[in-house]
């Protein structure tokens, strides 16, 4: 086994800068475990178009408040801390973070460490 510690990742190449965002990649794809965990923070009042076409995401907010809205039906998802939010059909979504918000997010299949949002807020298919 092994441990990770977020203090050795801060400012190191797992951590990720996005424009909304700050992803703390603590596992990825070379860690083999079938998935990737991030400790991502969410920048106050700020709205994030992503669509995760080719991955599975579970997100689970431990501080701050906003709301998922789902695109395709206009659904409105409040998420405060103690929520999870899982993009179990690959959904179209905005994030709205009325104040900062920081989230734990694993993503299925793993991320493989220095992706950022293409136009349509989607990571790019594994393997290319
Ligand atoms: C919640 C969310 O999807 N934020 C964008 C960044 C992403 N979660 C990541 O790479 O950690």
Same mark, same amino acid.
């Given at each position: 086994? /092994?441990?990770?510690?977020? *203090?050795?990742?801060?400012?190191?190449?797992?951590?990720?800068?996005?424009? #909304?965002?700050?992803?703390?990649? %603590?596992? +990825?794809?070379? @860690?083999?475990m079938?998935?990737?965990?991030?400790?991502?923070?969410?920048?106050?009042?700020?709205?994030? /178009? %992503?669509?995760?076409?080719?991955? +599975?995401e579970?997100?689970?907010?431990?501080?701050? /408040?906003?709301?998922?809205?789902?695109?395709?039906?206009?659904?409105?998802? $409040?998420?405060?801390?103690?929520?999870?939010?899982?993009? @179990?059909?690959? *959904?179209?979504?905005? %994030?709205?973070?009325?104040?900062?918000?920081r989230?734990?997010? !694993?993503?299925?299949?793993? !991320?493989?460490?220095?992706? #950022?949002? @293409?136009?349509?807020?989607?990571?790019?298919? $594994?393997?290319?």
């Open positions: 086994m /092994k441990t990770v510690r977020l *203090d050795d990742i801060v400012g190191g190449p797992q951590d990720v800068h996005g424009e #909304t965002w700050n992803s703390r990649r %603590l596992l +990825l794809a070379d @860690d083999n079938g998935y990737s965990l991030h400790d991502t923070l969410i920048h106050a009042g700020t709205a994030t /178009k %992503l669509w995760y076409r080719h991955h +599975l579970a997100v689970y907010c431990i501080e701050g /408040k906003g709301k998922v809205v789902t695109v395709d039906d206009g659904r409105e998802w $409040p998420i405060e801390a103690g929520t999870v939010y899982a993009l @179990d059909k690959h *959904d179209k979504h905005v %994030l709205h973070a009325e104040t900062a918000m989230m734990v997010c !694993v993503f299925n299949p793993p !991320v493989t460490g220095r992706e #950022t949002h @293409d136009a349509d807020g989607a990571y790019p298919a $594994p393997g290319g």
